[in-house]
């Protein structure tokens, strides 16, 4: 048994082989420093609604207005629809063929309720879709 000089890659002095140790160590640096500073990024938004300045929009029939209460009750017409809206949406012949709703929703009233509200009016294939807003007055300059 012999020795040879030309083994584990070396040839003519050169080593063939790459070193690929470095690298990985750098990833797995990046990988931290990533894991780290994603949720960083996500938390320190903060976000700030602007005012709305609008003109009034014109309802077509007061039966396809979605309303919304400060206690969270939801109105279709005059009905309270709070605990059946997706099925009220998906068995009214009149939304069912004009795919046209106006949702109005007070103010003060929680995200997760007006989300709900368009979600169904989504599902129930309502294509037009209306926020209605109380337009502000211009301030004079």
């Known amino acids: 048994m012999g020795l040879s000089s030309g083994s584990r890659g070396h040839e003519g002095g050169a080593i063939r082989d790459i070193n690929v140790t470095p690298m990985v160590d750098v990833m797995l640096v990046l990988l931290i420093v990533f894991m780290v500073a ?3 990024l996500a938390t320190g ?3 700030d609604l602007p005012e709305v300045q609008a003109t ?3 309802v077509k029939d007061a ?5 919304v209460t400060k ?4 109105l279709f017409g005059e009905t309270d629809v ?3 809206l997706e099925e009220v949406l998906q068995t009214n012949p009149r939304v069912q063929k004009e795919h046209e709703l106006y949702i109005r929703a007070d ?3 929680r995200y997760g309720v007006v ?3 368009v979600a169904a009016a989504r599902v129930a294939g309502v294509s037009s879709l209306n926020l209605l807003v109380d337009p502000q007055a211009e301030k004079p300059r």
């Open 45 to 47: 938004l903060r976000v």
């Open 56 to 58: 009034n929009t014109p």
């Open 71 to 74: 206690d969270e009750k939801i």
């Open 63 to 67: 039966k396809l207005v979605i309303t």
């Open 107 to 109: 103010k003060d009233v």
């Open 115 to 117: 989300a709900r509200t």
């Open 82 to 84: 709070t605990f059946t």
């Open 38 to 40: 994603a949720p960083l």
